[in-house]
């Protein structure tokens, strides 16, 4: 992976992927609660994926390991719900009865541009409705996949590197990253 070190281009955009299998309800949550220990404020996640293929049960795990007590359900008809008391705020949105043009006007760039909210992590399900993306996210589509089960395509863009997210997670032989 190249660094930061040519001065004529001190920010280097990075496209990163990999592929986890997620064979039950459990390894979505616990592939939330293992990135709610660990990321950095300001990251934005931007969730993508069929109806019911585990966005949402990803963000209650996100908001486990944040340290959040509050329950967290889907902000379908809240639009984004807000979460104080975990070690950094959670900002969970769902666009998913919003049109692009409705999505914007929810301005969601103030959850991370860090000006008027305190800088946390921002998490979006349906982000396809976005019009404008952050400069650096992780996106995180999900998908139907091994019978039952469910798998998600990681994308990072931007600053924000993969590998670090992907040292140290504890999956299953099942849930190994795909080649
Ligand atoms: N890896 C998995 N394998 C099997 N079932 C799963 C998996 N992950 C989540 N589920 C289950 O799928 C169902 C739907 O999950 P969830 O509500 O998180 O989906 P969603 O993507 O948020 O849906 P929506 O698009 O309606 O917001 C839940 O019953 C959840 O327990
Ligand atoms: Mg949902």
Redesign the pocket.
């Known amino acids: 992976m190249d660094g930061f070190n040519n001065r004529r281009d001190p920010v280097k955009i990075r496209s990163e992927q990999a592929t986890i299998c ?4 459990h ?2 949550r616990s592939l939330g609660v293992q990135l709610g220990q660990v990321l950095p404020a300001y990251t934005v996640l931007l969730l993508q ?10 963000v209650q795990g996100l908001g486990e390991g944040l340290g959040i007590a509050d329950p967290i359900d ?1 902000p ?1 008809f809240a639009l984004i719900n807000e979460y104080w008391n975990g070690r950094l705020p959670l900002y969970h949105f ?1 666009l ?1 009865r919003l049109s692009p043009s409705e999505a914007a006007s929810l301005y969601p760039e103030t959850y991370w541009e860090g000006d008027e909210k305190e800088p946390g992590i921002v998490a979006i ?2 982000a396809e409705r976005l019009i404008y993306l952050p400069d650096a996210y992780l996106s995180l589509h ?1 998908y139907y996949d091994y019978g ?3 798998r998600v395509d990681w994308q990072t863009v931007g600053s924000l590197e993969l590998a670090p997210l992907l040292v140290g997670l504890k999956l299953s032989t099942a849930q190994a990253p795909a080649e």
């Open positions: 997620l064979p039950d309800a390894a979505t994926g069929d109806l019911g293929s585990g966005k949402t049960t990803f889907s379908t769902d998913y399900e349906w999900f039952s089960g469910r």
